[in-house]
């Protein structure tokens, strides 16, 4: 009787067993055929420099695997070199200052995304997909700003950066109030702390995680916004000292564990070969805080200016089977381009309004010649002030104020040291394809390229304004308002 129930119960485990591998072979199926998923995972004040494949002293094992199963990509760009701006351009295609975000919305802000806006979320919305947002979201903290209200159907993270608390290093006490976490539309704790600060990372994974899980069997879109490593910065245990290297480096290991999470969750579920994994930073290196702000790597400047230190980020794509394997890629893009890319991906219909992005799928699949289909990429930063433009190989760096570290002693252990401002008097021109540092300033012997650059930025300012020639642009949009 006793070998009888053992053979029972061999028979049992192994019913079970072929079910769950049945499941998962079921999952891999549905999706086979289906549109792709898409997973976006955007760091917050990542360097270009901070990723290993992009050269950083550190070790990222999963982004470099990304890398090495997908493709890099060596000028990609944000539109604007600061938290809000620069994600209001990669989840509705548009420049920031189109729809009348600037900068980075803080807690007394009274405005966000507008409702007549699309988002990703609600451009995938149309072919069925489930959405989720995770992590960071900063296009405004009021109920009808939150990605629930735009197309994503679930969302757990803080409405803004995780600085902007009473334990703000440069502001007093009474300056923000306190840090929520929002789970949906409720605020499940209305006091982050730095204890609650430390298990950020590992709760967003979690959660991506869960998500992926669940909607195995269909189409999703999968946003993760992590909060760091933008200062104040936090691991969990198993990461705080791990790197030997800092605990900026422990930051990003623990952002490269989390990416490498989703990469398994994705296998374990039988849908990575029908899943499009893209990873970015939302801006440059925050270098005031030195020791506690990432790198650049050999690029200009960081964070706050429209140097390449501060727009150009690593970029990393994964779609097995579409994207060969080792790519590279060295023409320049922006995450305006994104949306409609993705739109291209799902069949999903672009929204009515112009928006500033053009389909760049032959360059994320590796297409051989493939050239960046932008005339030109404008680069705004504080309200509304046209700082550069790049078209080609070219930059051209227009007259402005930007602040800078050099000469200046440097933060330490979340302490920021003090920025100096420099002021550009005249137009400069960089041959970014010989001189990506930007030190060899070249207007002199290529006035046809100036000329040309100019012309473009006259449409520019035209089009979306340009305060610093009090310039009012006719295609500039009104950002969501509270009553």
């Known amino acids: 009787m006793s070998s009888f129930n053992n053979r029972r119960f061999g028979l049992v485990v192994l019913q079970i067993l072929f079910v769950c591998f049945a499941s998962v072979l079921n999952a891999s199926e549905q999706q086979a055929g289906s549109t792709p998923n898409i997973v976006m995972i955007y760091a917050d004040d990542l360097g270009y420099g901070d990723v290993g494949c992009y050269g950083a002293r550190w070790k990222t094992p999963n982004l470099d695997r990304l890398a090495a199963e997908g493709i890099r990509f060596t000028d990609f760009y944000v539109a604007q070199p600061v938290c809000s701006a620069s994600r209001t351009a990669l989840l509705t295609g548009c420049y920031p200052n189109r729809l009348g975000i600037h900068g980075a919305l803080g807690p007394n802000a009274k405005h966000g995304i507008s409702a007549d806006e699309m988002t990703l979320a609600e451009l995938v919305k149309q072919q069925g997909y489930a959405t989720a947002a995770v992590g960071k979201w900063h296009l405004g903290h009021h109920p009808e700003f939150l990605p629930t209200q ?4 679930q969302y757990l993270g803080l409405p803004y950066s995780n600085d902007m608390w009473p334990h703000h290093p440069e502001a007093k006490p009474s300056t923000y109030p306190k840090l929520p976490l929002i789970d949906g539309k409720s605020i499940v704790d209305d006091d982050v702390t730095a204890d609650d600060q430390m298990q950020l990372t590992g709760l967003y994974t979690q959660r991506a995680i869960s998500f992926i899980e669940k909607n195995r069997t269909k189409p999703f879109l999968l946003y993760v916004a992590h909060s760091m490593p933008h200062v104040p910065l936090f691991t969990g245990e198993a990461f705080r000292g791990a790197s030997k ?10 952002i490269d564990w989390s990416v490498g999470q989703i990469l398994e969750a994705l296998q374990r579920s039988g849908i990575e ?4 994994v893209m990873f970015a930073s939302d801006n440059g290196p925050w270098l005031s805080y030195g020791n506690h702000g990432g790198s650049a790597g050999s690029l200009r400047e960081g964070k706050g200016t429209v140097w390449e230190g501060g727009v150009r980020v690593p970029f990393i794509a994964r779609w097995p089977g579409k994207i060969p394997a080792g790519s590279v890629c060295h023409e320049p893009a922006m995450t305006i ?14 929204p009515p309004h112009k928006i500033d992005g053009l389909d760049i799928l032959p360059l994320l699949t590796g ?14 930063y504080h ?9 080609g190989r070219w930059k051209l760096i227009l007259p402005h104020t930007y ?29 970014l394809e010989n001189d990506p540092k930007e030190l060899q300033e070249c207007s002199a012997q290529h006035p046809e390229i100036v000329r040309q650059l100019q012309g473009y930025v ?5 089009d979306l304004g340009d305060t610093l020639t009090k310039r009012v642009g006719a295609g500039v949009r009104t950002a969501g308002k509270l009553p």
């Open 403 to 431: 602040r800078t570290m050099q000469g200046q002693p440097p933060g330490k252990d979340g302490r920021p040291g003090q920025y100096r401002m420099v002021k550009v008097d005249a137009p400069e021109l960089y041959d």
């Open 337 to 350: 381009d994104l949306f409609p890319t993705i739109a291209r991906i799902t069949g999903a219909k672009l």
């Open 150 to 153: 735009h197309g994503f159907d």
């Open 383 to 391: 309200v509304g002030e046209l700082h550069a433009v790049r078209s």
């Open 458 to 462: 006259e449409n520019a300012r035209a």
């Open 245 to 254: 290297q800092g605990v900026y480096a422990d930051v990003i290991q623990e």
């Open 367 to 380: 297409v051989p010649g493939s050239k960046s289909p932008q005339l030109a990429y404008f680069f705004y």
């Open 273 to 276: 070969k029908n899943t499009l």
